[in-house]
């Protein structure tokens, strides 16, 4: 196995580990290896030459001369680093999302279509307080808001839209 130092063709660093100095040539020209910032498939070789010849540096160079990079590479950019942040707090999210959706549902009934007129009666005190769940519209939720009546929306489920 060779650990190459990488980069993409606007400049993202990233290191790859691959089988052998032909399986990276072979990986790259089918498109395979692609930059994990940005997706590009045209990724080249840094500089820096891989790991393992590190060893015999003074050595020959395990690079084809055909390989090398021209020397006026452009300065890399900085890696977007909020991308992995952004992937998992996402994550946690939608979990939250779930889990409060689960919630709602397993601790209320569900008055259906009857949720605006079953809410207001509520709150006017006509039938004993509970937690309810049902459809309102946007016109019926505002309504119930005006009137200093709770209501919230059940949030969505995120995988529904997938
Ligand atoms: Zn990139």
């Excluded at 020209?29 to 060893?55: E, L, W």
């Excluded at 707090?89 to 079953?118: C, N, T, W, Y």
Aim: a negative charge; hydrophobic letters at 35%.
């Amino acid at each position: 196995m060779i650990k190459y130092s990488l980069h993409c063709d606007i400049g993202h660093e990233f290191e790859s580990w691959f089988a052998s100095s032909d399986s990276f040539d072979v990986q790259v020209k089918r498109g395979f290896v692609t930059c994990p910032y940005c997706q590009s498939p045209k990724v080249t070789k840094a500089i820096m030459a891989p790991n393992v010849a590190r060893k015999d540096r003074e050595g020959a160079t395990p690079v084809p001369a055909n390989d090398q990079q021209p020397a006026n590479l452009p300065a890399p950019a900085a890696p977007p680093q909020g991308m992995a942040l952004l992937n998992e707090s996402q994550q946690q999210l939608r979990s939250m999302i779930r889990e409060l959706h689960e919630k709602i549902v397993a601790s209320s009934e569900d008055v259906g279509a009857s949720f605006p007129e079953e809410a207001r009666k509520m709150h006017e005190g006509d039938t004993p307080a509970r937690s309810i769940r049902g459809t309102a519209s946007f016109e019926d939720a505002r309504a119930l808001l005006e009137d200093g009546i709770p209501v919230l929306p059940i949030p969505d489920l995120p995988e529904e839209r997938n």
